[in-house]
C-alpha cells in the first residue's frame, strides 16, 4: 500500500498490519495468480474509509477490480464490489465455446462476447458471460453465468431480445 502509485495513495489510517491482513484474506485472483501491477487507493471520512485495488494478472484479458469499506477503529472490513475480469486470455475463446455449445441453439446467434466475469469462491468455476448485437442502445443481450466445471448454465437474462 505505501507504494501505491495511485495519486493520494491509501490513507494512513489503512497502513495498519491488521487492516491490510483482513484485506488480504478477501482478495482473490483467478487461479492464484499474482498481479505484476496493481494500483491501490482510499479515502476516509470521519469514521469509516473506502479502500479499492486494482491488478492485472500475467496474460489476462482484463483487470480485477476489489472495493471495500473499512472501519479502522473496530479494524472491520467489508466487501462493497468485486468487478473481477483477470481472467487468462485462453480461457476467455474456451468460456465463449462453452456457453454456445450449452445455450439453446438460436440463442447466441448473431451476438457477439462482450465481456467476462469470474466468480470468486464459493462460486469457484463459475463465470458472468454478457453477449450484445452491438446495434444501438436497448437492442439484445444477454447476461449468462456457466458453471464451466459442471458445465452447465445456471442462470440467463435477456434484455429486449
Do not use: K
Request: some cysteine.
Amino acid at each position: 500500500m505505501r507504494t501505491s502509485q495511485r495519486p493520494g495513495g491509501v490513507p494512513d489510517q489503512l497502513e495498519t498490519q491488521a487492516i491490510t491482513a483482513a484485506l488480504a484474506e478477501r482478495i482473490w485472483t483467478f487461479g492464484g495468480a499474482t498481479w505484476p501491477t496493481f494500483a491501490a487507493g482510499g479515502s476516509c471520512g470521519p469514521e469509516s474509509c473506502t479502500f479499492e485495488i486494482g491488478g492485472t494478472p500475467e496474460g489476462a484479458q482484463g483487470e480485477d477490480l476489489y472495493i471495500f469499506s473499512v472501519v479502522p477503529a473496530s479494524g472491520d472490513v467489508e466487501l462493497l464490489d468485486a468487478n473481477l475480469r483477470g481472467i487468462p486470455t485462453a480461457l476467455v475463446a474456451d468460456l465463449d465455446a462453452l456457453a454456445r455449445e450449452l445455450y439453446p441453439e438460436v440463442g447466441l446467434a448473431g451476438l457477439v462476447l462482450a465481456g467476462v466475469r469470474w466468480l470468486p469462491p464459493p462460486d469457484d468455476g463459475q463465470f458472468e458471460l454478457s453477449y450484445r448485437s452491438g446495434g444501438e442502445e436497448g437492442s439484445c443481450g444477454i447476461d449468462i453465468t456457466l458453471d464451466a466445471a459442471a458445465p452447465g448454465i445456471v442462470s440467463d437474462r435477456t434484455n429486449d431480445c
